[in-house]
């Protein structure tokens, strides 16, 4: 995959250093450290309840970590309280992030009573404040580029899973986000349409796009990704470039996770 050339010293997207997520006495992330540079894609694999999918809700701040520090472009959360009391302590700072960090869901969250054009239109417009015929612009841009440019007047019960999950990356993007997040994007698509979405996702990374990636797809992960990393039971069991953590796992935890993922 050739993809736009990075300064490999400049201030990483995202950081996230010696990150603890609990809830109650179940402790889901056990000091995990991830980085993403400006055009990386970071896949997150594992069985399920190995925390993925909490670590990428934490790096969006839609969930609360207990100790450890997250940082966007050098610039570290601030918090009030700890452990389980520990909350965000600029609700501003929060905001200003979230709309710098799209996030794409399993289950496309598109607004029902709206249109698909509508729905990629309303946060740049109700959330940043953009002029509504800008916005227009991009948001049928962005839905051509998605392959669905002939859906805008469509509503979201009248498209296909795969139509929908396009949707959703357009209405990310229209957010002109410095990094887009993916929670298992794919997984609620049967092949057919799973295709559909993972085109799109790979032709995202040959732009150069910045993008944490939790994903079930192995395939998907080892053609798009720059790093992958395996967590289990909330650690990182192992990481590394998709070229050797899957053709030489070193460990035997991942070793089985990739045997068990082949052969399903």
Same mark, same amino acid.
């Given at each position: ?9 400049q ?35 594992g ?53 710098? *960090? /799209?996030?794409?869901? $399993? %289950?496309?969250?598109?607004? @029902?009573?709206?249109?698909?054009? =509508? ?39 009248? *498209? /296909?899973?795969?139509? $929908? %999950?396009?949707?959703?990356? @357009?209405?990310?993007l229209?957010? =002109? ?8 994007p794919?997984?609620?698509?049967d ?5 559909e ?13 910045t993008?944490?990636?939790?994903t ?36 035997a935890?991942l070793?089985?996770?990739l ?6």
């Amino acid at each position: 995959m050739t993809k736009p050339k990075t300064n490999d010293t400049q201030t990483p997207v995202i950081e996230i250093r010696n990150l603890h997520k609990s809830y109650g006495p179940l402790e889901v992330l056990k000091g995990v450290d991830i980085l993403a540079n400006r055009g990386d894609v970071v896949s997150l694999i594992g069985s399920s309840g190995s925390g993925k999918s909490t670590l990428l809700r934490c790096a969006n701040l839609l969930e609360d970590s207990q100790s450890g520090d997250i940082l966007f472009e050098g610039e570290p959360i601030s918090w009030r309280g700890q452990g389980l009391g520990r909350h965000p302590a600029d609700r501003a700072q929060v905001t200003r992030i979230r709309t710098n *960090l /799209s996030m794409v869901f $399993q %289950q496309f969250n598109l607004w @029902a009573h709206m249109s698909i054009l =509508q729905n990629v239109m309303e946060a740049p417009v109700t959330v940043l404040g953009e002029d509504r015929e800008a916005v227009e612009l991009r948001a049928r841009d962005l839905l051509a580029k998605v392959g669905i440019g002939d859906k805008c007047d469509a509503y979201p019960a009248q *498209l /296909s899973g795969g139509q $929908q %999950q396009r949707a959703a990356i @357009a209405r990310a993007l229209c957010m =002109q986000p410095k990094a887009l997040l993916f929670d298992e994007p794919t997984s609620a698509l049967d092949p057919e349409l799973e295709q559909e979405v993972v085109k799109v996702i790979k032709d995202l990374a040959n732009e150069g796009r910045t993008m944490i990636l939790v994903t079930h797809d192995m395939r998907l992960a080892n053609d798009v990704s720059d790093h992958v990393v395996f967590l289990h039971q909330g650690i990182i069991e192992e990481q590394g470039p998709p070229s050797t953590l899957f053709t030489a796992p070193k460990t035997a935890r991942l070793q089985q996770f990739l045997s068990a993922t082949v052969s399903a």
